[in-house]
Nanobody, 122 residues
Framework: QVQLVESGGGLVQAGASMRLSCTAS????????GAWFRQAPGKEREFVSA???????YYADFARGRFTISTDNAKNTVYLQMNNLRPEDTAVYYC????????????????WGQGTQVTVSS
């Protein structure tokens, strides 16, 4: 059982930046893909970004150009750098792992983190 712990959420104004971190209990990101999803109130959980074990990155259309995913395998951590945040980015952001690398669905996820709230005010 892999445990994923997110951190870095909070309240920011539109246009600000924020970095989310996800630390795994083992070296899962060195062998599996790491990913971020988000879920806004009343909406389904949606894919944000993913990074394969060898560094290939994938982004949802709304994230491309504003968000950057990266890993630090020495720290068993995946990051999501979010720039130029918008009110519509407000959601709970979840870290995940998958053996599938790419633009994945929730069905491809093996483990979930507990989520971290990101709120962007206008």
């Amino acid at each position: 059982q892999v445990q994923l712990v997110e951190s870095g959420g909070g309240l920011v104004q539109a246009g600000a930046s924020m970095r989310l971190s996800c630390t795994a209990s083992d070296g899962t990101f060195a062998r599996d893909a790491g990913a971020w999803f988000r879920q806004a109130p009343g909406k389904e959980r949606e894919f944000v970004s993913a990074i394969s074990w060898n560094g290939h990155t994938y982004y949802a259309d709304f994230a491309r150009g504003r968000f950057t995913i990266s890993t630090d395998n020495a720290k068993n951590t995946v990051y999501l750098q979010m720039n130029n945040l918008r009110p519509e980015d407000t959601a709970v952001y979840y870290c995940a792992t998958s053996v599938v690398a790419g633009i994945i669905s929730t069905r491809d996820v093996y483990y979930w983190g507990q989520g971290t709230q990101v709120t962007v005010s206008s």
